[in-house]
């Protein structure tokens, strides 16, 4: 069966600090994997995915994560914090009947 | 296109009341999803359909709660009797076919029951 974990509920970075979001996941299939944000009192919007191509996949809003299946672990970066980052970011699997598999998210606060 | 539409954005009702959400997808989309999400959580699978037809249900998907796609396009989500547990935000989603490609979602209508 497919799951997700997200590692720290809340996460604090400086403005113009790197961003890190941990996100490890089991998958008893080829994973495709995603990256969603979301605003307050708003619905999810895709950041990226991976599908199986390239291990790096670059997202929106200056955002990247990398594949590394031997960690099993898909990560969300960006070089460099912006206020309006501030949002919660969801890990998502695919699981073997097409549906998505979600993690309980990551609350990015960025400080002045 | 203005992507994935749901009304309405807020619902206060009385315990008891019964609902009514709906959900307008992406044309082109023939996949629709629900989901909720509560305070804190990441989203959980309701329903899904493919065209008019429902093809899955969770088994969060009590008997109080019904969704229909009747032509295809559209959707609504009814809840019955409303208990304060069904407050959360209720989400939908669209994709042209399955998941690959991940899902547009809309704003969501958020359920308060007193």
């Known amino acids: 069966a497919q799951s997700v974990t997200q590692l720290g509920s809340h996460v604090s970075v400086s403005e113009g600090a790197l961003v890190l979001l941990r996100c490890n996941y089991s998958?008893?299939?080829?994973?495709?994997l995603f990256w969603y944000v979301q605003y307050p009192n708003q619905g999810l919007q895709l950041l990226l995915k991976?599908?199986?191509?390239a291990t790096l996949v670059k997202g929106i809003n200056g955002f990247e994560a990398e594949f590394k299946k031997s960690e099993t672990s898909f990560h969300l970066t960006k070089p460099s914090a912006h206020m309006s980052d501030a949002a919660e970011y969801f890990c998502?699997?695919?699981?073997?009947?097409?549906?998505?598999?979600w993690g309980a998210g990551t609350k990015l606060i960025i400080k002045p | 296109d203005t992507g994935v539409s749901q009304d309405p954005r807020h619902k206060i009702t009385k315990r008891g009341q019964n609902v009514t959400f709906r959900c307008d997808p992406i044309?082109?989309?023939?996949?629709l999803y629900w989901y909720r999400q509560t305070l804190g959580q990441g989203p959980e699978f309701l329903t899904y359909?493919?065209?008019?037809?429902?093809?899955?249900k969770s088994r969060l998907l009590s008997d109080r709660f019904s969704a229909e796609r009747p032509k295809g396009s559209f959707s609504t989500l009814e809840i019955q009797r409303t208990e304060q547990g069904d407050s959360a935000m209720y989400l939908c989603?669209?994709?042209?076919?399955?998941?690959?490609?991940?899902?547009?979602f809309g704003s969501g209508t958020r359920l308060t029951v007193v």
């Open positions: 989603a669209s994709s042209p076919g399955e998941s690959l490609y991940g899902y547009t």
């Open positions: 044309s082109e989309h023939n996949r």
């Open positions: 359909f493919q065209n008019e037809a429902q093809l899955e």
């Open positions: 998958s008893s299939v080829p994973p495709y």
């Open positions: 991976y599908t199986s191509a």
């Open positions: 998502a699997v695919r699981d073997s009947n097409y549906q998505l598999i």
